[in-house]
């Protein structure tokens, strides 16, 4: 037994003696009836240790791999290099189609008109925002998926809302005339701009990331940087799938083939119900992502009406200076008009439509009734285009019958919005205050 060297220590186990010794990285440990305390050396080690079923890596190997995209590259840095270019085409994707839906509507309302529109849509856009904010404090929605929403409803959903609109407006105007003016503004209009919006939430659940996979081993050719992926061990779901029964063989599954949430997860059964069921934060995380994506398009919307009212009223204020009389006030009835109209009397008329079929995808994924999960989705998006051609229609009912129509069906349907987000917050709060719960992070 003699001392140890190099700065070591004797660790008595029995009759065992257990060496650690700090010693240079070059020297060997020794492996005659001793064995190497894991110290601070150790842990960095283990780092380097080969994962099961395969070959024990080198470090050389490894930083070369890691920086050129080589097969060997780490599975994190391949899984976070490929998520960012799913990121990095969304955002292109939106930048595009924002700068489209500028010019669209520059083209329809004039410079100044356009600048007038902006200013004036973001009036209303802090309250909506800030409602949808403190229920995503229920749904603790990531804020880059309610950007995106947000971005997807500004730029992409107008956009196609705008040009399918337009086309449509003109067909049915050549074909039908008068009547399929109205029907187009009642029907057509309402179709186009819910499934505009619905596929913002359906990209949220398309597995892209996971998609993103490097075939040059089959194909002999080397493998793009972005595009690469390293084979890694399977991740287990954020939640157990329920065990099938002989009476659910051979039927198709809706969820598996979606990207599994974190906010969009069945609640567990309980003994009472055997079924899984939808909580209340998988329910407000479909009104946030819904009333993200209407807020973005009620806005760019809100913009291209309140800058055309303007250039509008512009044009005849210009006619009548011309023609002698003297400038009013009265001049701007338009622009006024259509501020009451959009901003003050109805800021959340597209979030509500939109939330109905947020709410129906939510249940739709969380739901374990096989029934409910095929009507559900389908009924939401159905709901919201009612309700939304019911607005429309209403503005061809002169003053007195939008009144009531706004009056009996807008206000009690914001009153049911309003009371089902105070019902989350309180069970959420209820819930995770309960006594012997530790609070989750979502």
């Not at 994962?51 to 080589?70: H, L, M």
């Not at 509507?105 to 100044?112: A, H, I, L, S, W």
């Not at 992502?289 to 509008?312: I, P, S, V, W």
Request: glycine content about 12%.
């Amino acid at each position: 037994m003699g001392s140890p060297s190099g700065g070591g220590r004797t660790v008595w186990l029995g009759r065992a003696t257990v060496r650690a010794a700090a010693d240079a990285p070059g020297t060997a440990p020794r492996t005659g009836g001793t064995r190497t305390i894991p110290g601070p050396r150790g842990r960095r080690a283990r780092r380097l240790l080969p994962r099961p079923g395969g070959a024990p890596p080198s470090i050389a190997a490894t930083s070369v791999s890691a920086r050129d995209g080589s097969p060997g590259a780490s599975p994190g840095r391949s899984r976070s290099t490929a998520l960012s270019s799913v990121t990095a085409a969304a955002v292109l994707v939106l930048a595009g189609c924002g700068a489209l839906i500028l010019h669209l509507v520059q083209r329809q309302t004039g410079t100044v008109g356009l600048l007038v529109g902006l200013g004036l849509a973001m009036v209303p856009l802090p309250f909506v925002l800030g409602g949808l904010a403190w229920l995503n404090l229920t749904a603790r929605v990531p804020l880059r998926h309610t950007v995106f929403c947000l971005g997807w409803g500004a730029c992409a959903a107008t956009t196609v809302a705008i040009l399918a609109n337009n086309w449509t407006a003109d067909y049915l105007t050549a074909h039908r005339g008068a009547f399929g003016g109205l029907l187009g503004a009642g029907i057509a209009t309402p179709v186009i701009e819910e499934s505009a919006k619905a596929t913002a939430l359906l990209v949220l659940l398309l597995p892209l990331g996971q998609r993103l996979r490097c075939h040059g081993r089959r194909s002999g050719r080397p493998c793009a940087l972005l595009l690469h992926r390293a084979p890694a061990l399977r991740r287990p779901h954020p939640y157990p799938r329920p065990p099938l029964g002989p009476h659910a063989r051979g039927r198709p599954r809706l969820r598996p083939y979606l990207r599994p949430l974190p906010y969009l997860c069945p609640a567990p059964p309980s003994p009472g119900t055997p079924h899984r069921r939808s909580r209340p934060r998988t329910l407000a995380a479909g009104v946030v992502l819904g009333g993200m994506t209407a807020c973005g398009f009620a806005f760019t919307e809100n913009a291209l009406y309140l800058g055309r009212a303007f250039t509008t009223d512009q044009r005849n204020r210009l006619d009548s200076i011309g023609l002698g009389d003297p400038p009013s006030l009265r001049d701007f009835d338009s622009t006024v008009q259509t501020f009451v109209l959009r901003a003050l009397l109805s800021p959340f008329a597209h979030p509500l439509f939109t939330a109905l079929t947020g709410i129906g995808l939510a249940v739709a994924l969380t739901t374990g009734r096989r029934w409910l999960a095929r009507l559900a989705a389908p009924a939401g998006l159905l709901a919201a285009m009612l309700l939304h051609g019911t607005w429309n229609a209403a503005a061809d009912l002169g003053t007195d019958g939008f009144l009531v129509v706004y009056g009996v069906l807008m206000v009690p349907c914001f009153v049911a919005l309003v009371c089902f987000a105070l019902w989350a917050r309180s069970r959420a709060a209820r819930h995770a205050w309960r006594p012997g719960r530790r609070p989750t992070r979502g």
